[in-house]
């Protein structure tokens, strides 16, 4: 089994165009949830969220390959610049054959299908753009990355709504694990701004009309929020043969369905997922310094993942510090399992534990250490992060500082 580590990390989101922006963001705790622009609100009930400010496409993109791009895609490819550049890989010859591109992605090209629905019911258009369904597929992303970077290893697409990014990473982390290939190319990306998808979350009735309150008693729903985050996975031989930086390393996945409800979470599935992660790790409860939550801010899920930590950690749930990413940057459904992938890593690297945001009020539900508002300086030696999806899909991944 060899040990994998990871070797280079890129997000493009709403709350940072890059790692070194994002983790400024993040570190400070700003939350960045606002007015929707990139989309008409006069017809919604829900007009905040997170957006990418300051992004014109064509300026990353020609323009024969911006025909084939949603938003989604160009988001993960944008990602994926970043986190290939800042490891250094590259991917000729049997180094292509050698690397793995996994994704996860919760509902795929929005922007087009709403564009093509538009067309056809509007307007009555008799048909739709002949890269209708290249740019909605949800393997786009990932098919782009391996097409623009020659990654010709095993690639695929993952989806599992709001656990996605993390059954993503855990499945390239045991490819890597297990030597059927020795780096792989992961995460998650989702552009999930878009009437349709607005209008579909509004009916759920679990969105805020202010802003995402995790763990808070006052807390009133979830935020969506755009964004992709891409990491470069190796296993620690190779990374070491060639010298590369290394930010910490996977330790640990685990992964159960809760078999009980299509929206409703389970304590005891997602506690279960916790203790296989840490069981895979090597790593008991106590060795656990940090836990990034899924905490999306609504009633149902903070209470239940409270419970889940109390029972995954037993005594040790009272000490550990616990912070809501989503506070900050949203939703990012099937994306944002990588981009709190990322917050844990580089809260590990900085030895800096990042705060919730907005929190305003304790709630007896939910009476843990949620690091509220400002960040905390503190070792940390391991930490997990969760994300529990509708479909009680639920997958946690644990990660430890690096130490030869």
Request: one cysteine or more; charged letters at 20%.
């Amino acid at each position: 089994m060899n040990r994998v580590v990871i070797t280079g990390l890129g997000v493009f989101s709403g709350a940072g165009k890059s790692i070194s922006e994002f983790w400024e963001t993040i570190s400070n705790g700003r939350c960045v949830i606002g007015p929707l622009k990139t989309i008409p609100t006069d017809e919604l009930q829900i007009k905040i969220g997170v957006e990418i400010k300051d992004y014109v496409a064509k300026e990353h993109f020609p323009k024969k390959q911006l025909a084939l791009l949603d938003r989604f895609s160009q988001l993960g490819l944008m990602a994926a610049r970043e986190a290939i550049s800042d490891s250094g890989l590259t991917f000729d010859g049997e180094d292509g054959d050698n690397t793995a591109t996994i994704i996860g992605c919760g509902v795929g090209g929005q922007e087009t299908a709403d564009q093509a629905y538009y067309h056809i019911y509007k307007e009555g258009r008799r048909g739709v753009h002949p890269f209708t369904i290249p740019r909605m597929m949800l393997n786009a992303a990932c098919s782009h990355i391996t097409m623009e970077n020659g990654i010709t290893g095993p690639s695929y697409a993952i989806a599992s709504a709001c656990s996605s990014a993390n059954h993503a990473i855990g499945q390239a982390f045991h490819m890597v694990r297990q030597g059927i290939v020795d780096r792989a190319v992961t995460g998650g990306t989702e552009a999930c701004i878009a009437i349709g998808t607005m209008k579909g979350w509004e009916a759920i009735r679990v969105m805020t009309t202010d802003t995402c309150r995790p763990f808070s008693k006052n807390r009133s729903g979830m935020t969506l929020g755009e964004g992709a985050a891409i990491m470069t996975l190796e296993t620690l031989e190779h990374a070491k043969a060639r010298g590369a930086k290394i930010y910490a390393e996977i330790v640990g996945f685990g992964m159960t369905s809760d078999a009980m409800d299509i929206t409703m979470p389970s304590s005891e599935g997602a506690s279960k997922a916790m203790k296989f992660a840490l069981k895979d790790a090597g790593l008991n409860s106590e060795d656990i310094s940090y836990i990034n939550a899924h905490g999306t801010g609504t009633a149902a899920n903070d209470m239940t993942e409270t419970k889940s930590i109390k029972i995954a950690m037993g005594n040790h749930a009272e000490k550990v510090a616990i912070s809501a990413s989503k506070s900050m940057f949203g939703h990012a459904l099937g994306a944002a399992g990588a981009m709190e992938l990322a917050v844990t890593t580089l809260a590990i690297n900085n030895d800096v534990a990042p705060p919730t945001a907005n929190y305003e009020e304790a709630d007896p539900e939910c009476d843990l250490d949620y690091v509220p508002n400002e960040a905390r300086d503190m070792p940390i030696k391991a930490a997990i992060s969760n994300s529990f999806a509708f479909g009680g899909l639920n997958a946690v991944l644990a990660v430890k500082k690096f130490a030869d």
